[in-house]
């Protein structure tokens, strides 16, 4: 951490943070901080001094109200504290979201069509040639290795499942490098995007490199996407659009909650700064 790090994280937490005059201890925010991973160490600090201030905001118009605390407990028996309870308690009782009608999701799914789409799927095979990231020597044996393969292969691609099964680091080399069924994120980036620049039958002209080592790929067939209808994805684009109502709602009145209450150490957002964001449908 460098010193000008340093000093900018000594006077943010010498800087005293409390709401309506109840301190929140700098103890109390610094085990917050692990609860908030951010860029740097004053961002993080920053962060779980803002999600405190805001658990004390609700907390106090919780008490304020006459709120008593009911805990839930889940499936799993575990029990919510009485704190936890108290401010799901004032959420419930205090924030409103519309659910979303139909005219609202089909409108959402017609403007972003493209995220409703089934994976691409691909049906590959691969010759691998191992070699460990840092190992310089062996990267450049690897390639070599992948390259001698592949001048071999334009000769006679009828043998890629032979030398996949005498040459390939990965357990597909047993079955003469078959990987199956393959879709997007089961793969490197790397070996992703070598897959969509094939055409089926067609083998990679180089050697891919990821961090496993050097591969040689074949496309044997791809199956692309096709758009899902809106009755199918009509109840995910409900919950979604529920979802970012209520977060932006239960922002809001935070928002409010902040303007009229006296918040030292930290900025938070005024009810002006909030708007409702987009996103993809989870």
Known sequence: MSCSVKSVLAGATRTTVSVNGVVIPHDVIS????????????????????????RELLLQEARR????????????????????????????QEVVTPEPDEETCRRYYGQNRTRFRSRDLFEASHILLAAHPEDAAARDAARRAAADLIAQLRDKPHMFGQLAEAYSACPSGKSGGNLGQIGPGNTTPEFEKA?????????????????YGFHIVRLDRRIDGRELPFDLVRDRIADYLSERSRRVAIAQYVARLAAMSEVSGVTLPTPADMRVSGGPVQ
Request: glycine share 4%.
């Open 31 to 54: 085990r917050e901080v692990q609860h908030h991973p951010a860029p740097t160490p004053v961002a993080a600090w920053t962060a779980a001094a803002r999600a405190l201030v805001v």
């Open 65 to 92: 109200k006459g709120l008593s605390p009911e805990p839930l407990r889940d499936e799993k028996g575990r029990r919510e504290t009485d704190e936890e309870a108290l401010i799901r308690a004032l959420v419930e």
């Open 195 to 211: 897959l969509y620049r094939l055409s089926p039958g067609e083998m990679t002209k180089e050697p891919v490199e990821t961090r």
